[in-house]
């Protein structure tokens, strides 16, 4: 499973979200995410302001490379 992480930087001061969904490949989680990025780029309150996007795995496994729940 993948979960999009978005950190918002604006004036000093930032912001950790996500989505809310889960994908189910890391496919389709960077598709979204691409777009995700696109639209916040392109509607950024302030030009100082900026998004990191990121796909990261979820993992019910202790030992994979992704973060164990």
Request: charged content about 20%; some cysteine; overall charge neutral.
């Amino acid at each position: 499973m993948y979960v999009i992480v978005l950190v918002f930087f604006l004036t000093g001061s930032h912001q950790i979200a996500s989505n809310q969904i889960l994908y189910p490949t890391e496919e389709m989680c960077e598709g979204d995410r691409k777009i995700m990025q696109q639209a916040l780029d392109s509607t950024k309150p302030s030009p100082d302001a900026y998004v990191i996007t990121k796909c990261v795995e979820m993992s019910l496994a202790k030992k994979s490379k992704g973060i164990p729940l």
